[in-house]
């Protein structure tokens, strides 16, 4: 970060407890700043105090001092960044390339604040969308037998690119519990059902034997619980007795990269917090 | 039925074949008619066919006499009935009256083509809301040991008033297999969840404890198995983190009563047809 | 307002300048509260900031008192009020009762924090529905001659019940310049279009002839300017080249009373700041 | 087409009188095939009768002699078509790629059956898309000076390519008169505000100005009046205070490219009919 005139945004969590609005503020003014949004809420239920506020400031490092004083005397979680700053992101895909091609197409537009560093595939079939959006695509295979290494792979390219987000854009592999801790609350993934409807395999199949009348899809983080991590955004498509399943399935796609892309905004915006597994979202 | 100049619905299902079209828009014109709307549907998973024919004729009997000849040929089932004629219905209720005072207001809106019989509650609570809108209160208070007895009141209810409707307006009783069994296809339940999720008890706070971002309802017709009956109609409502459970029931009875009285009005109308347990609605 | 641990929420709009959250958090902590939820806003247009805070506090005069004196320095036009004290409000009608059925319905339900003193109605049709939900209903018949006479026993009205607020539902009258002015930010309609489309009369009928594919609902502020006062809210449905302008207007009045009832909600919990023509919502 | 074993689909529309189904029914009958799906209309207001069948016949040209014969009796507008042969399309833009690049993925991704001969675009930035997607660009730009000759080139290549469908996909230049005539019912513009609001330039800034809560986009056929022509698809987007115009542009986008597809699609799929100045869209 340089140091003349800064948008920053600092979110955080704590235990509740009266005056943190007042220190956060305060410590804003110090730093010679000005406030530009303040949101912040309290979970009657677990007790917890989230918060995200951007600011204008003449330099980060006083307010960053100042953060960390703060944070050690309410005990909070932290995070400070300068507000556009693109995430470094990498893209995992398997051979549906809806969502890899919206998400690869917004990030062109300036709609999404992520630099995506690589799209690993462990199919080769979405490459040519990789190379069309001039992104390094990395061919990953997995098999029954090489997952370790596969993982490994993927975890030295978060490492070497010091990767702060990694994106599941249809990626049909399930996780191992150990990469899951380890990216907890950075991993993101899109499952094409309204969840919790409708886990694991083919959700559009099990939609339209039930006979529903909605199909949604569900972006959330990753954990090692499959499926049931903390959500991010949802949505809905309506659909009639006349849809087959593959005409469902092309419907949902809609609904999917819609989605994840939502999420990824609002994640790449600082706009997401994690409460336990629920989220927290200042719009 | 009178005899002049009538406007008749008539749906049907069977086996799918060549020609039931044309035999059925055959019909209609040897009776005189003529047709209104027409919609069709053959299921390509159970290789049934399903339509829904209005029409305008002179008189109901040539057209019953030859509906019944056809159906002999093709093994249909099948229905007519006069357009606008109003299903005689009861509606059964606990305590919390938002769907009940829906559908009575729409009732006599005239937007709604059922005739309310009677309102059928467990507990006292919502009889003024039947009475203001003049339709008879009955209390039937269900407890552990009177269950068999309440449903014959309710069974003697439905023949003494050829009930052809049962409403279930969050109805807070599981009702016997016997029941479901001789009322099959006649009774409609609103379930505050989006089905299948957060089936059984208190769905909300189950929506809350999972952190979903949509909230919603699903009417379907009851069966033995517990919210698994023909999804009829379903609708969501966007929530966020700062929804108590409390505050989340709330929104969520406005979803709660538009989607019941949605699938009421679309069953009235004859828009319905069961396929397995799936639903074939004409719009 | 009694003086022992009151929730209150403050609401404000000043020209926007440095310090002004830290200013509010600060009066909040000196009166020995603590702040429940805030959120701001800077509308870069027109350099106007506004602000909703709501706040636990054990007395009331504390608070008021050094509300008074930060409006001074920062030319602050505020609201100071107990969070869930029911506005005092008249509701307005003419023949169409579905809006007011709903606002009454989720009154009784304790789901609108209003007080409703009275329903004025130009027409005797709805006094039924009032008097079910025991609200006085006077009847002020509106003649091309007498208009300005009625329009002084609104006021009359207002000023004995101390009216802060009145609803049109689906009023079918126009007020007069003098009153709008009069009662400005206080009387809120419901036109039964998605505006700006279809301003003026028979909103229906124009939709169908342009075969729009959504039909919408605008509860907005009224001013001098008919149709065109601040929108608080907006919604609509989904309609096809098979409905009427009868069955458009049916399936519309649903919309029109959603989102009546959500913009009185709002108003009502002081969410909703006017930004010139535009409202600032806090959700 | 080829005589063996087809799937066709027949729209129609003429005078409403009796026995129109039961004439093309047997008509399907005669020629040896059978009916897969039918949806018919009568328009009370226009007095016309729209049908749409879709059909499995061992051969097309014996369908065709028959159906010219009907037509001839009913004075019906008709056309049969194989189903999902793809239109010959040409796509229009100008700077923002949105739409063009949703459509030409969909295409690729089988979701859409057109056949897209060209890109025709008045700015050279697009380019590259429509070579991603092995699609000829063909620069054409235009002038104050230069239309006519402009637009014969569009309407050259329209001659050579046989081009069934043209889609405006923002493409910022008006057509002549001329064109929208020589041209009508086969030429889908997308609108970037929910019509009738916000016709003409900067809908957004003016969507922006007038404090709208929901934004929207609206497809529909081109003719000579300009945002004035039959609506085929209309959607909307949920927008609060906090939006710029550039933020509402960026989001509104999502919907033009959802709209535009659908509209699209159904057209290509022969399920638009036109009825005056309103669509009947059998779905």
């Given at each position: 970060m340089s140091e003349t005139d800064k948008k920053l945004v600092l979110t955080l969590s704590c235990p509740d407890q009266p005056g943190i609005v007042h220190a956060v503020s305060g410590l804003v003014g110090e730093a010679g700043g000005n406030i530009l949004q303040s949101a912040q809420f309290g979970?009657?239920?677990?007790?917890?105090?989230?918060?995200?506020?951007?600011m204008d400031v003449p330099a980060v490092e006083p307010v960053k001092t100042r953060v960390e004083a703060l944070a050690d005397d309410f005990k909070m979680n932290w995070n400070l960044d300068e507000i556009g700053r693109p995430?470094?992101?990498?893209?995992?895909?398997?051979?549906?390339?809806?969502?890899?091609?919206?998400?690869?197409?917004?990030?062109?537009?300036?709609?999404?604040?992520?630099?995506?560093?690589?799209?690993?595939?462990?199919?080769?079939?979405?490459?040519?969308?990789?190379?069309?959006?001039q992104v390094p695509?990395?061919?990953?295979?997995?098999?029954?037998?090489?997952?370790?290494?596969?993982?490994?792979?993927?975890?030295?390219?978060?490492?070497?690119?010091?990767?702060?987000?990694?994106v599941l854009a249809r990626y049909m592999q399930i996780l191992s519990d150990k990469l899951c801790g380890r990216m907890?609350?950075?991993?993101?993934?899109?499952?094409?059902?309204?969840?919790?409807?409708?886990?694991?395999?083919?959700?559009?199949?099990?939609?339209?034997?039930?006979?529903?009348?909605?199909?949604?899809?569900?972006?959330?983080?990753?954990?090692?619980?499959?499926?049931?991590?903390?959500?991010?955004?949802?949505?809905?498509?309506?659909?009639?007795?006349?849809?087959?399943?593959a005409a469902m399935q092309k419907q949902g796609q809609d609904v999917e990269r819609r989605v994840l892309a939502q999420a990824v905004k609002w994640h790449a915006e600082h706009r997401v917090l994690m409460d336990g597994n629920r989220t927290v979202i200042f719009h």
């Open positions: 979970d009657p239920d677990t007790g917890l105090f989230f918060m995200r506020v951007s995430l470094r992101t990498v893209i995992m895909v398997s051979k549906e390339g809806h969502c890899l091609s919206d998400l690869l197409y917004r990030v062109r537009d300036n709609a999404l604040p992520i630099d995506v560093k690589a799209v690993v595939g462990n199919h080769p079939d979405l490459a040519p969308i990789a190379t069309f959006y695509f990395i061919l990953v295979p997995v098999t029954k037998d090489n997952k370790p290494e596969a993982e490994q792979r993927l975890l030295d390219l978060v490492e070497a690119e010091k990767v702060e987000l990694v907890s609350g950075r991993i993101i993934n899109i499952h094409h059902s309204f969840l919790p409807s409708f886990k694991g395999a083919k959700p559009y199949a099990q939609a339209h034997d039930r006979g529903v009348k909605l199909i949604g899809a569900t972006a959330h983080y990753v954990t090692a619980d499959l499926d049931e991590g903390p959500i991010i955004e949802q949505d809905v498509a309506r659909v009639d007795h006349t849809l087959t399943v």
